[in-house]
């Protein structure tokens, strides 16, 4: 039945990449009506590392991998984001071969937090990673102590497995398992205020309720945390940002545990990815050498700053889903000394999350200081969006709304700023990126 499973899911794998231009998770789709617990057959062979959370699943994960790839192991990971259990079977099958090969294999696996429980049915991995918890797509999740609840639900199936956590995120302490548990955080912060913003998630102390109290905040109510009316805190931190030597909208630099690292890309959030990777690298026993040379060549995954040229426009793509990423890929944007443009695209589809209340917690006043240079409206929603950025005082008269793909592709060629930042929950970013494909402007879809 295994057999038939695999060749079957194979077959359609060619088909959906050739006629579909895609297809990523029906494959597994076809794979688990035929044998429902194909997963355990085809990932026994490698050494699995799971990334969960809400956000820096794709980012950190391409990091892991590369960094692997270029330790000389046989890596696989589902670089797509297709992380629910269909598209992770789909990877798996991909890269499944009838005749074993030798040597240390991995498989580095973004799955989403609400399927973390179907893989470890059928896998004990090496390593499960949190990245963090934020109110994201609250249709489906709820607010982040459900989200918290139902990764949880995967982890106990697998209670010898390491953990390897974000410290900062107050969520993730005291959880009373009996896996062996890594902690990795900040030493200090970029941001100067330790007072907890009024919509931030998570601000009351998971053991008694009280507010939590900080001595510096990173984002959100990620940080050094502290609770005065029952003593709960941060955990000790195996790994450590020391210090963010440099901070700017294309590259960071920074400090971990004595050794220097450099990447181009910009944003807290992508040193939380960087500071994750290397604790599970380092986990992993792979040399500080390797991880600094996979950095810097590190490149920007699916829409996580993927950077093209529209008609000789530099266009930034930036995937942004709920009001923590939002509100730090603005602070990363605020940081260019260059003249800017901006295009936000809002859906509200079921992948997206088909309650957008959310934006009204995004910190889109802030952008009242920068001297944008246009304005560049689209996706489904576009008239909300257009509401909420008018509220926030944006200057309407810099307003293109577009309709549809072919306009705003026009409004973007044709827009003033050095660099374009376009801003796209997630259909609204896989829906564009397949027009650009087809345009010629994206050679590699997926």
């Known amino acids: 039945m295994t057999f038939i499973a695999i060749a079957v899911s194979k077959l359609t794998q060619t088909l959906s990449k050739h006629l579909l231009k895609g297809g990523s998770n029906f494959p597994g789709r076809v794979a688990l009506k035929i044998d429902p617990h194909i997963l355990k057959h085809i990932s026994k062979n490698y050494k699995v590392i799971l990334i969960t959370g809400t956000n820096g699943k794709t980012t950190t994960t391409s990091m892991i991998a590369n960094i692997l790839t270029e330790k000389g192991f046989d890596v696989v990971t589902n670089s797509t984001g297709a992380n629910m259990l269909p598209g992770i079977v789909s990877c798996f099958i991909e890269n499944y071969s009838f005749t074993e090969k030798s040597g240390e294999r991995y498989a580095v696996i973004e799955v989403d937090e609400a399927n973390v429980k179907f893989i470890t049915e059928h896998i004990k991995p090496e390593i499960i990673n949190i990245t963090n918890l934020f109110r994201d797509q609250l249709d489906r999740y709820g607010e982040v102590y459900t989200t918290l609840n139902k990764i949880m639900e995967g982890i106990v199936k697998v209670p010898d497995t390491k953990l390897v956590l974000n410290g900062d995120e107050s969520l993730f302490g005291n959880l009373n398992l009996p896996n062996p548990i890594v902690y990795y955080g900040f030493e200090q912060s970029t941001n100067k205020n330790n007072e907890i913003d009024i919509n931030a998630d998570a601000k009351f102390c998971k053991v008694c309720k009280a507010p939590y109290k900080y001595n510096f905040i990173t984002y959100n109510h990620l940080g050094d945390f502290y609770c005065t009316n029952c003593g709960y805190s941060r955990p000790e931190l195996t790994y450590r940002v020391e210090s963010i030597d440099s901070a700017t909208s294309e590259s960071s630099s920074f400090t971990i545990n004595g050794a220097s690292f450099s990447l181009?890309?910009?944003?807290?959030?992508?040193?939380?990815?960087?500071?994750?990777?290397?604790?599970?690298?380092?986990?992993?026993?792979?040399p500080d050498s390797v991880i600094l040379s996979s950095f810097s060549h590190q490149e920007s995954s699916f829409g996580r700053q993927e950077i093209i040229d529209i008609r000789g426009k530099k266009v930034k793509i930036i995937l942004v889903k709920n009001p923590a990423g939002?509100?730090?890929?603005?602070?990363?944007?605020?940081?260019?000394?260059?003249?800017?443009?901006?295009?936000?695209?809002?859906?509200?589809?079921?992948?997206?999350?088909?309650?957008?209340?959310?934006?009204?917690?995004?910190?889109?006043?802030?952008?009242?200081?920068?001297d944008l240079k246009e304005i560049v409206i689209g996706g489904d929603r576009l008239y909300d969006m257009s509401v909420r950025l008018k509220v926030a005082g944006l200057d309407i008269g810099?307003?293109?709304?577009?309709?549809?793909?072919?306009?705003?592709?026009?409004?973007?060629?044709?827009?003033?700023?050095?660099?374009?930042?376009?801003?796209?929950?997630?259909?609204?970013?896989?829906?564009?990126?397949?027009?650009?494909?087809?345009?010629?402007y994206i050679k590699k879809l997926w």
């Open 398 to 440: 810099k307003f293109k709304v577009s309709d549809n793909f072919e306009n705003l592709t026009d409004n973007i060629s044709n827009s003033t700023g050095a660099v374009n930042y376009v801003l796209a929950t997630y259909t609204a970013m896989i829906n564009y990126r397949k027009y650009l494909h087809s345009k010629g």
């Open 326 to 370: 939002y509100n730090q890929a603005l602070e990363t944007i605020m940081l260019s000394q260059e003249p800017a443009s901006l295009t936000f695209l809002l859906n509200d589809n079921y992948a997206d999350g088909t309650d957008i209340s959310w934006i009204w917690d995004v910190n889109f006043e802030d952008l009242t200081s920068v």
């Open 264 to 286: 181009n890309q910009g944003g807290v959030y992508n040193i939380y990815n960087a500071l994750c990777a290397y604790s599970i690298s380092k986990e992993l026993n792979i």
